[in-house]
């Protein structure tokens, strides 16, 4: 199995963490679980291979039995914070199935938003990834697009999901921007060179729903994006 990546070895059980010196009594999945822990109440910044010894309340040096380097463990927490894909219907019209699948992966990225900080130093590859891409993939299996474009829609829709999100994540936690935002645009903005603009604040295009906005402005470039698809899913 050398030539296959340790992280994708582990993931895909082709391959079990190392036998040497005493056993424990964890698992692979509970070493990952405890990393996703760190994370979830420090930040990914805060993971390292001591801080999660720490909170296992082992050595540093044991955690090698595990995983063998820190590009591994986060490897295995990135495909296991992801989670498995929704379950979609195979009868389920496309257009509906990819909206189900998007809204899902929202939701599964706004429960642990630290995963958007994740270096992606290569295509993800493990068993819970490619479920995701795998019922992307079926959404269209009823449609006569071709197979090399199924992927590319999928990968499309899936890197507006992974932008959008950071987006929204980002202006939920931001405290930078003043609460009158509106008002004070139209204060400084030139109506001469700015008359569109003006025209959108003054019809509150910027106004949000403060209970909704996360889900309703992600829904709204979602629906537009799945009206492109339907026109071209149409052409074929």
Known sequence: MDEIPKAIQLLWGLDEPGSRGPKKGLTLMQVVDAAI????????????MSRLAKQLGFTTMSLYRYV????????????????????????????????????????????????????????????????????????FSETAVPDPIRLQLVMNMSLYVISRTRLVLQMTASTDAPDNYTLVLGRVLDPARFPALLKAISAQAFDMDENNWEINDFKFGLDRLLDGFERYVESF
């Open 37 to 48: 822990d760190v994370c979830d109440a420090e930040g990914f910044a805060a993971l390292s």
């Open 68 to 139: 063998d380097s820190k590009d591994t463990l986060i490897d295995l927490i990135s495909d296991r914070v992801i989670g498995p894909p929704p379950t979609i219907a195979s009868t389920t019209p496309w257009r509906e199935a990819l909206e189900m699948w998007a809204m899902a992966e929202f939701e599964s990225i706004r429960a642990h938003p630290w995963w958007l900080e994740i270096p992606l130093t290569a295509p993800p590859a493990g068993p819970n990834n490619m479920g995701w891409l795998e019922a992307g993939l079926a959404a």
